[in-house]
């Protein structure tokens, strides 16, 4: 069937279904001429006239009752898939790569992740737990979420987290058998539980705040971890000191399980941000994940 053709058989089903050739070119969006001349282009093709025409109405002929029983389903069936194509188009779906850290993931990712997911069910989320500085181009990811002062150049950045404040914790049990610390220098008399980070190439130096002064502590001890909750679990446990994000302990220093320490020295951060290179062309999937996890105040 050539492309004239299917528009001809559109034209007079629908002429036919209003009876008027002045309704079908308003609901087709063409002008009373056009539409009669495609009209009278398929009944030449044919050879049989399907419209009775007359100055008040327009009735069908016999030729044009067999056509619109046997076309007409077709070509609802037709429209019915070309709707349900346009739907998928408009639906959002893929597959979605993000790195964060452990503590972005657990505290800020997966509670507004759950509800995207429950919403979008055409959308997969692959999320990779990783402190290091990941380059999201060279490894395929679509977005990465990182504290504001570790975000590189050259990306959007977009705020999905408050400021937090970190804190230095210890166990009632390990702090029984010895004086807690009353400034970041006497941390240094303690066994202190380290954390491993890529970004910082080595073990991470506790930083602090007060006032204007800021001291950076270089703290040893007998355990080094690269876990965030590994870390905490160790505190737990009595090991030694920790010095974690604040609110990844708070209902643990609510339930007197740890016990803060030097609270007035320890400082506030900036907040995590999501963020992916500036020339990437954005997904509807991604544009949605991304105003699902904007920070609103």
């Not at 977005?143 to 210890?170: C, K, N, P």
Request: with cysteine; glycine share 6%.
């Amino acid at each position: 069937m050539a492309s004239d053709d299917f528009t001809g058989i559109i034209a007079f089903i629908t002429v036919a279904q209003e009876h008027s050739f002045t309704r079908a070119a308003a609901k087709l969006g063409v002008s009373q001429s056009a539409l009669s001349q495609t009209v009278r282009t398929l009944e030449s093709r044919l050879g049989v006239r399907l419209l009775t025409r007359t100055t008040r109405s327009v009735s069908t002929t016999d030729a044009c009752t067999r056509l619109l029983e046997t076309a007409s389903p077709r070509l609802a069936e037709v429209q019915a898939e070309m709707a349900a194509i346009a739907e998928m188009r408009d639906k959002p779906s893929g597959t979605l790569r993000i790195t964060a850290s452990e503590h972005a993931a657990d505290t800020l990712l997966w509670p507004r992740l759950a509800r995207f997911l429950k919403e979008w069910p055409d959308i997969r989320v692959e999320v990779s737990v990783d402190y290091g500085m990941t380059d999201i181009a060279a490894e395929s990811y679509d977005m990465g979420i990182r504290l504001g002062d570790e975000v590189a150049s050259g990306m959007i950045a977009v705020r999905v987290g408050q400021d937090h404040r970190f804190a230095v914790i210890g166990s009632p049990d390990y702090l029984a058998s010895h004086t807690p610390p009353k400034t970041p220098w006497d941390l240094e008399h303690h066994n202190c539980i380290s954390f491993r980070l890529p970004t910082y190439g080595g073990l991470y130096a506790w930083e602090f705040k007060k006032g204007k002064q800021e001291v950076r502590v270089r703290v040893d001890g007998q355990l080094i971890l690269n876990s965030l909750y590994q870390v905490i679990n160790a505190a737990l446990d009595g090991v030694g000191l920790a010095f974690v994000p604040r609110d990844s302990v708070a209902q643990h220093i609510a339930d007197g399980r740890l016990q803060e320490l030097i609270a007035e020295w320890c400082p506030t951060f900036p907040g995590y941000y999501l963020y992916y290179p500036s020339r990437r062309e954005t997904s509807r999937a991604m544009k949605l994940l991304v105003e699902a996890l904007r920070y609103r105040t």
